[in-house]
Nanobody, 124 residues
């Protein structure tokens, strides 16, 4: 089992950047495939980025390709999401998730563990 805690959100102007962090306690991230999701008010939770268990593969939603980067620091047992060139439509609560099961990265039902989320607000 793993517990996930996100941090790094905040209020930023359009065009700005943030680095979101996800800290894991319990088993190491190398035991899991990981993902970042976001949920805006009144909308469903949507996939943003994912990383394979071995850390060799990264996957992104079309809406964030070229702007967001997922990475992992195994020594610190952390996963990050670097978010650049932020737009007002990126405003949402961002969640870190981990899974042991196989399956597509973009489906929330494929994830076993979730953090509590961190708010990102982008002003125009």
């Amino acid at each position: 089992q793993v517990q996930l805690v996100e941090s790094g959100g905040g209020l930023v102007q359009a065009g700005g950047s943030l680095r979101l962090s996800c800290a894991a306690s319990g088993r190491p991230f190398s035991s899991y495939a990981t993902g970042w999701f976001r949920q805006a008010p009144g909308k469903e939770r949507e996939f943003v980025a994912g990383m394979s268990r071995n850390g060799n593969y990264a996957y992104y939603a079309d809406s964030v390709k070229g702007r967001f980067t997922i990475s992992r620091d195994s020594a610190k047992n952390m996963v990050y999401l670097q978010v650049n060139s932020l737009k007002p439509e990126d405003t949402a609560v961002y969640f870190c998730a981990a899974r042991v099961r196989a399956g597509d990265y973009e489906y929330t039902s494929n994830y076993d563990y979730w953090g509590q989320g961190t708010q990102v607000t982008v002003s125009s």
